[in-house]
């Protein structure tokens, strides 16, 4: 299971900080705790809005409804209690870094493992190609350099589709560690699918 981002008691804790800098309303506080954390640590509505619930309850936030929004607002008790863990809330925040860190960590270490993988097919099926074409008869001509060329080109292009999936993926995959939400079915597909995807490739290169 996916360890959480916060220890017990510290996004309660966290919320409260960011309301005594002003009022917000739910989603604001999601962006606010985003932008703290560059994007790798994205609150679901189902996580900050309990909170912001038992908070009121404990009658350290307020709340006021303006149009569709509803706003929270620090209250004099919810101060008081910032005030009283002070020493505790300023470890939280390097804490939830190193945290995020981690996580950010272990999935870029499996995507990169996959994608080194792929890679390494691809020159491996390319290697293959060549040596067939060679037991074939066929040998490269000097009239066939621009079809060397076209191929370096096409190298390219492959490897900036390869780098712009890894990158796109990479920022999805940690989007949902960071919320708990990555399971091990997430990453059977993922693995399931670059080996069908290496088949047909490398089917692709042979042909």
């Not at 038992?54 to 006021?64: A, H, I, R, Y």
């Not at 950010?104 to 792929?118: C, F, I, W, Y």
């Not at 490269?140 to 390869?162: C, F, H, T, Y």
């Amino acid at each position: 299971m996916t360890p959480p981002v916060f220890a017990h008691g510290h996004l309660r804790l966290y919320l409260l900080s960011l309301l005594a800098d002003e009022p917000m309303h739910g989603y604001e506080l999601i962006q606010a705790l985003e932008e703290r954390f560059g994007g790798t640590y994205v609150p679901s509505a189902g996580t900050i809005y309990p909170r912001l619930a038992k908070l009121e309850e404990d009658g350290l936030v307020s709340k006021t409804v303006d149009g569709r929004k509803t706003v929270y607002a620090i209250t004099d008790a919810g101060r008081a209690e910032l005030d009283a863990r002070a020493g505790e809330l300023d470890g939280i925040e390097s804490g939830v870094t190193d945290s995020v860190r981690r996580l950010a960590d272990d999935v870029r270490s499996s995507v990169n493992s996959a994608m080194k993988t792929l890679r390494a097919d691809l020159a491996s099926a390319a290697r293959e190609a060549k040596a067939d074409a060679k037991e074939a008869g066929r040998t490269i001509r000097a009239d066939a350099k621009p079809v060397q060329v076209d191929s370096r080109g096409a190298l390219a292009n492959a490897e900036l589709a390869i780098n712009d999936f890894r990158h796109q993926l990479r920022t999805e995959l940690r989007k949902r560690v960071v919320r708990g939400e990555l399971s091990d079915e997430t990453v059977a597909v993922l693995t399931t699918g670059l080996d069908e995807l290496r088949a047909r490739v490398t089917a692709s290169l042979k042909q």
